[in-house]
């Protein structure tokens, strides 16, 4: 019975397993592209809906785009 090759070397696993047990920020923002999927997408979602929010409130108290 062969044993399975691992993904990654050992040595750099417990290197990665150093770099993120010492880094003292939330855990869901240690990676490096984290902040992307954390922070930008939310606040790019919010400023979208404030914005098609706020064309519908102004459509709507000018009536535009109402049906005849």
């Known amino acids: 019975m062969t044993t399975e090759t691992p993904f990654r070397p050992r040595e750099k696993l417990i290197d990665h397993q150093k770099y ?3 880094i003292h ?3 869901y923002l240690k990676g ?3 902040k992307v999927t ?3 997408i939310p606040i790019a ?3 979208t809906s404030l914005f098609l929010i706020g064309r519908g409130i102004y459509n709507m ?3 535009i785009g109402k049906k005849e």
Do not use: E, I, M
């Open 25 to 27: 920020k939330h855990t």
């Open 32 to 34: 490096p592209l984290d």
């Open 45 to 47: 979602f919010a400023a």
């Open 20 to 22: 993120f047990q010492s």
């Open 38 to 40: 954390s922070v930008a």
């Open 61 to 63: 108290s000018h009536g």
